[in-house]
């Protein structure tokens, strides 16, 4: 039947990509191997939490350390002090809450009617964050473990602390998670994505082969570029956050770029990103035009020129600006060259304007908005 073969080939299909990231957290760094150790990390501290709090000092309800613990093994050394503390206060509120209320009124199930919807409210407070729910989870397991007392109560909450201990201990001592690598890859992606746009409006300016499909299918990939640059800004922010805290941040920090490299890298990609959608944006609207009046063959390769400069301008900064401490002076030196070639190209596409499109103003008014995007363009590169 067709719903057997469509699970069929999920199954198969599922089954093939956990292979996959297997066989990549096998083979070396990367996101796989980060989550696989991630995942090793949490199962640890839990064993560990069970270990002191359930087999050796057998409380009642030892799984509360194992299970926060499980929790605060973050992404992020920092997520998990963060987390940590807005966790254990939401949980010391919920409980104290709950023990008092059960106290005064003798009622497990009049106290669960009552404290419930004053603790889940109580969760939405800005203060606690992500972890304000757990204020409800507090209460629930002092209403639902048996008899509530101060000595059951304070046992919940000192399980807690020591789970929570546990996990952040373990997060931040056994390979703290850092996260510049996914930074510099996005950086990388987005950069080559950049240049693979400007080198295929290149080519088909330079070839004529191009019309009003084919240029709109370069103006979308350049949209698609803000995208990926928001991307790339987020990778960087958990590349920062994973180095506060982080007992290895020193040793971090001399293999990879500085954070205002990072910054200025992605700055940079952003203008890349909007003028490169503004070139496309105008190939599109000349498109028609060009079937009225057809530039010179010598404008249309003087500018694919420049997009073919710009393009390798681009993959030179990343490689020159991302070095940790600037040591590569190769790439500095020819991203230098580059700048000179871009510069060189953008002046010959500026002469060849004038007489390229004579008699038309309106061909005239096109051209001359690519030359002010190439201006644009040029003028974010530079800054060397």
Same mark, same amino acid.
């Given at each position: 039947?067709?719903?057997?073969?469509?699970a069929?080939?999920?199954?198969?299909?599922?089954?093939?990509?956990?292979?996959?990231?297997?066989?990549r957290?096998?083979?070396?760094?990367?996101?796989?191997?980060?989550?696989?150790?991630?995942? @090793?990390?949490?199962?640890?501290?839990?064993?560990?939490?069970?270990?002191?709090?359930?087999?050796?000092?057998?409380?009642?309800?030892?799984?509360?350390?194992?299970?926060?613990?499980?929790?605060?093994?973050?992404?992020?050394?920092?997520?998990?002090?963060?987390? @940590?503390?807005?966790?254990?206060?939401?949980?010391?509120?919920?409980?104290?809450?709950?023990?008092?209320?059960?106290?005064?009124?003798?009622?497990?199930?009049?106290?669960?009617?009552?404290?419930?919807?004053?603790v889940?409210?109580?969760?939405?407070?800005?203060?606690?964050?992500?972890?304000?729910?757990?204020?409800?989870?507090?209460?629930?397991?002092?209403?639902?473990?048996?008899?509530?007392?101060?000595?059951?109560?304070?046992?919940?909450?000192?399980?807690?602390?020591?789970?929570?201990?546990? @996990?952040?201990?373990v997060?931040?001592?056994?390979?703290?998670?850092?996260?510049?690598?996914?930074?510099?890859?996005?950086?990388?992606?987005?950069?080559?994505?950049?240049?693979?746009?400007?080198?295929?409006?290149?080519?088909?300016l330079?070839?004529?082969?191009?019309?009003?499909?084919?240029?709109?299918d370069?103006?979308?990939?350049?949209?698609?570029?803000?995208?990926l640059?928001?991307?790339?800004r987020?990778?960087?922010?958990?590349?920062?956050?994973?180095?506060?805290?982080?007992? @290895?941040?020193?040793?971090?920090?001399?293999?990879?770029?500085?954070?205002?490299?990072?910054?200025?890298?992605?700055?940079?990609?952003?203008?890349?990103?909007?003028?490169?959608?503004?070139?496309?944006?105008?190939?599109?609207?000349?498109?028609?035009?060009?079937?009225?009046?057809?530039?010179?063959?010598?404008?249309?390769?003087?500018?694919?020129?420049?997009?073919?400069?710009?393009?390798?301008?681009?993959?030179?900064?990343?490689?020159?600006?991302?070095?940790?401490?600037?040591?590569?002076?190769?790439?500095?030196?020819?991203?230098?060259?580059?700048?000179?070639?871009?510069?060189?190209?953008?002046?010959?596409?500026?002469?060849?304007?004038?007489?390229?499109?004579?008699?038309?103003?309106?061909?005239?008014?096109?051209?001359?908005?690519?030359?002010?995007?190439?201006?644009?363009?040029?003028?974010?590169?530079?800054?060397?």
């Amino acid at each position: 039947m067709e719903w057997v073969r469509r699970a069929t080939q999920q199954v198969r299909h599922r089954t093939a990509a956990a292979v996959l990231a297997v066989r990549r957290a096998w083979a070396g760094p990367g996101p796989e191997r980060d989550m696989a150790v991630q995942a @090793g990390k949490a199962a640890l501290a839990a064993w560990v939490a069970w270990a002191v709090v359930g087999w050796w000092l057998q409380a009642p309800m030892a799984f509360v350390a194992p299970w926060v613990a499980v929790l605060l093994v973050e992404s992020t050394v920092y997520r998990s002090v963060a987390h @940590g503390l807005q966790q254990l206060a939401a949980i010391a509120v919920g409980t104290v809450i709950a023990t008092v209320v059960a106290l005064l009124l003798g009622s497990t199930m009049v106290t669960m009617a009552l404290v419930l919807p004053a603790v889940l409210l109580l969760g939405q407070w800005q203060r606690l964050g992500s972890q304000g729910i757990y204020a409800a989870t507090g209460a629930l397991f002092v209403l639902t473990g048996g008899q509530v007392t101060v000595t059951s109560a304070a046992a919940r909450i000192a399980e807690a602390v020591f789970g929570a201990l546990v @996990g952040v201990v373990v997060n931040a001592l056994i390979r703290p998670p850092v996260y510049w690598r996914d930074a510099r890859s996005a950086l990388d992606y987005t950069a080559g994505e950049a240049q693979e746009i400007l080198t295929a409006v290149a080519d088909g300016l330079a070839t004529g082969e191009w019309d009003g499909h084919v240029a709109r299918d370069w103006h979308e990939r350049a949209l698609r570029l803000s995208r990926l640059v928001d991307r790339t800004r987020s990778a960087i922010g958990w590349g920062h956050e994973s180095m506060r805290v982080n007992p @290895g941040a020193r040793r971090e920090r001399t293999s990879h770029p500085s954070a205002e490299a990072y910054a200025d890298a992605v700055l940079v990609l952003d203008h890349v990103a909007v003028h490169t959608a503004g070139v496309t944006r105008t190939v599109c609207e000349a498109a028609d035009s060009v079937k009225a009046v057809p530039p010179t063959a010598g404008l249309t390769r003087a500018y694919a020129r420049f997009l073919r400069h710009t393009a390798h301008t681009i993959g030179l900064y990343g490689r020159s600006r991302l070095d940790p401490e600037g040591r590569d002076g190769s790439a500095v030196e020819r991203l230098r060259e580059a700048v000179g070639e871009l510069h060189g190209t953008l002046e010959a596409f500026r002469r060849q304007l004038p007489r390229g499109v004579p008699d038309d103003p309106n061909a005239l008014v096109i051209y001359g908005t690519l030359l002010a995007q190439a201006h644009r363009l040029t003028d974010q590169l530079v800054k060397v």
